[in-house]
Structures are given as structure tokens and as C-alpha cells.
């Protein structure tokens, strides 16, 4: 699971935008909106950061 963690993580940014761009264009509320690209900016920054080799 620890291969497939960042891929599902960068996949699931993927559908967050996904869905806040569908909110934006069916009139959702401006804080909805942010919430859900404020989570795609969470799971696509974790996705790249475990990425990142750790030197033990």
C-alpha cells in the first residue's frame, strides 16, 4: 500500500477539482467552494510530499 498511497492521494486532488469546478459552474456557495479546493490542495500536497525519500 505504500507505493499506491501518493498515487491515490494525487488521484483523489484530481476529483476534489474536479468537483469544485462542478460546483463553481452549478452556483454553489463561495465557501463550499474553497473548502473542497482547500481539501484538494491538502491530499495533493500530501501526495507529493510522501514522494519525497526520508533518510533514516
Given at each position: 500500500?505504500?507505493?499506491?498511497?501518493?498515487?491515490?492521494?494525487?488521484?483523489l486532488?484530481?476529483?476534489?477539482?474536479?468537483?469544485?469546478?462542478?460546483?463553481?459552474?452549478?452556483?454553489?456557495?463561495?465557501?463550499?467552494?474553497?473548502?473542497?479546493?482547500?481539501?484538494?490542495?491538502?491530499?495533493?500536497?500530501?501526495?507529493?510530499?510522501?514522494?519525497i525519500p526520508?533518510?533514516?
Amino acid at each position: 500500500m505504500g507505493g499506491a498511497l501518493p498515487i491515490l492521494l494525487l488521484a483523489l486532488a484530481g476529483v476534489l477539482v474536479g468537483g469544485a469546478w462542478s460546483m463553481h459552474r452549478q452556483g454553489a456557495s463561495v465557501k463550499a467552494i474553497v473548502l473542497v479546493v482547500l481539501l484538494a490542495v491538502l491530499a495533493a500536497a500530501s501526495g507529493v510530499l510522501r514522494l519525497i525519500p526520508v533518510d533514516s
